[in-house]
């Protein structure tokens, strides 16, 4: 963005503000003029989050791989284990976040804004729904498909704005996907969910063609009319950017969906860390001290001494409770502090970016020890490795029998695919775009089974 349209976007953004009776809204994706019969007492919040737990592309994160390859005799989190805990965090953010707004504007008490808690949990669920199998590696297998491999034959023969799409195909923007997208056979609306619900998750709200050198962004260009509509009726503010390209401000939920993801990955990775004997548990137990000023780290370990926690998993599970604890409170603080920039769209990095220097200091200290000692660790690299490989074939093999599916082969893998998939679609992008849906829905065991298969490694158990 040049200098002049960032003063222009700075004083356009300072001149609006958000609002939280509007942004708080049960219109329902696909029922936006119908109004249900109900048979319960349920909230429409609590009728989302019900409606993904007993999902199957909800169930199926519990064979998705969240850091460390999936359990063999040590149970490790995968990313059903990691979005529940997620859930959890979020549940305690948006209910705390939520009680202190009604106190500082007692006339939300009679809004939707008591109902902030459950909204913010059921967005944690979702917010991995749409990650590929093999963790980031799956992600990179597939943009690189088409920007290092046998995929970049296909930049001619698409669109510009789809082309940015699947280069920097995104897990984020995928999840915003499979919750609304209507698949063959499916209701309008995919999953039907609450607009807050759904613009809770888009962390990067902006299309590819913005996702820079991260490569993040929120919603595939297929999606981008549902993210426009969703953003209207909720008041979010729509950035100006360069070329008419869709950027928004964040929902404020978003900023306490990222926290409890934040807060759970790395301070649980150092828990899976201790297990698997990558961290000793002198060193585990002092990063989560260090969260602490030193009397209460003193108070702490006579907690500890007390309650006689000899198991030194026992006190890791301890001191990791106590760590979430305190970075669950500086997130509500962090928030409540900025929450005039954050409706007014000007807030800027993550919570966790703005908590107390004494905990930033410690966060920032388990992130280069994670990256060092647990995303560099061979059974991680192992994972990536194995990953990269199997969805880099995948995604060969798939791609060449759509655009060449006259051939015999190509039926043959065509017909293995999911009717919920449009991959026999005129439309070629529709047809690639149906591919990444097929292998980005996969569990990792279930890639590792078909790229054996159809590889000729193994033989179908008749």
């Known amino acids: 963005m040049n200098d002049a349209l960032r003063t222009m976007n700075f004083y356009y953004l300072c001149s609006m503000t958000m609002d939280w009776k509007q942004l708080i809204s049960t219109q329902r994706l696909g029922q936006e003029n119908r109004h249900p019969e109900r048979h319960d007492d349920r909230t429409e919040f609590k009728r989302d989050y019900d409606r993904l737990i007993f999902s199957a592309p909800f169930r199926r994160m519990q064979n998705k791989t969240q850091v460390f390859p999936l359990p063999g005799s040590i149970f490790v989190h995968n990313r059903l284990t990691h979005s529940l805990e997620v859930a959890s965090v979020g549940m305690s953010l948006g209910s705390d976040v939520a009680r202190r707004l009604c106190q500082r504007q007692p006339e939300l008490r009679e809004s939707m804004v008591p109902e902030i808690g459950q909204i913010v949990a059921t967005a944690c669920l979702a917010h991995d729904m749409g990650n590929p199998p093999f963790g980031h590696s799956g992600e990179k297998a597939i943009q690189t498909f088409f920007t290092e491999g046998k995929g970049l034959s296909l930049r001619e023969k698409v669109s510009a704005t789809f082309w940015d799409d699947i280069t920097h195909f995104e897990g984020n923007a995928n999840a915003f996907r499979l919750l609304t997208h209507q698949f063959c056979g499916r209701r309008p609306g995919g999953f039907v969910m609450t607009y807050p619900t759904l613009a809770a998750i888009v962390k990067y709200p902006y299309?590819?063609?913005?996702?820079?050198?991260?490569?993040?962004?929120?919603?595939?260009?297929?999606?981008?009319?549902?993210?426009?509509?969703?953003?209207?009726?909720?008041?979010?503010?729509?950035?100006?950017?360069?070329?008419?390209?869709?950027?928004?401000?964040?929902?404020p939920l978003v900023y306490l969906v990222e926290a409890a993801d934040d807060i759970c990955y790395e301070i649980m990775d150092l828990e899976d860390a201790h297990k698997l004997k990558l961290l000793s548990f002198d060193e585990t137990s002092q990063l989560l001290l260090d969260f602490f000023e030193d009397d209460i780290q003193q108070k702490i370990r006579q907690r500890i001494a007390d309650e006689q926690l000899t198991d030194v998993h026992e006190q890791i599970q301890y001191l990791r409770a106590c760590v979430i604890g305190k970075l669950e409170n500086e997130c509500v603080n962090t928030f409540m502090q900025h929450e005039p920039e954050i409706l007014a769209g000007t807030f800027e990095g993550s919570l966790i970016d703005h908590i107390a220097p004494l905990q930033h200091e410690a966060y920032a200290r388990c992130t280069t020890i994670s990256k060092q000692r647990i995303y560099r660790s061979r059974p991680v690299l192992d994972v990536e490795l194995s990953g990269y490989r199997i969805m880099g074939t995948l995604m060969e093999l798939m791609t060449e029998a759509i655009e060449h599916p006259d051939r015999y082969y190509s039926r043959q893998l065509i017909d293995r695919v999911s009717s919920q998939y449009d991959i026999t679609n005129p439309q070629l992008e529709t047809r690639i775009m149906a591919v990444i849906d097929y292998i980005s829905g996969m569990t990792d065991v279930y890639a590792l089974d078909v790229y054996q298969k159809i590889c000729g490694i193994s033989l179908p158990i008749v």
């Open 207 to 251: 299309s590819s063609s913005l996702a820079g050198k991260k490569g993040k962004f929120g919603f595939f260009s297929s999606e981008a009319p549902t993210y426009q509509r969703i953003a209207r009726e909720l008041g979010i503010i729509q950035k100006p950017a360069d070329g008419g390209l869709l950027c928004y401000a964040r929902h």
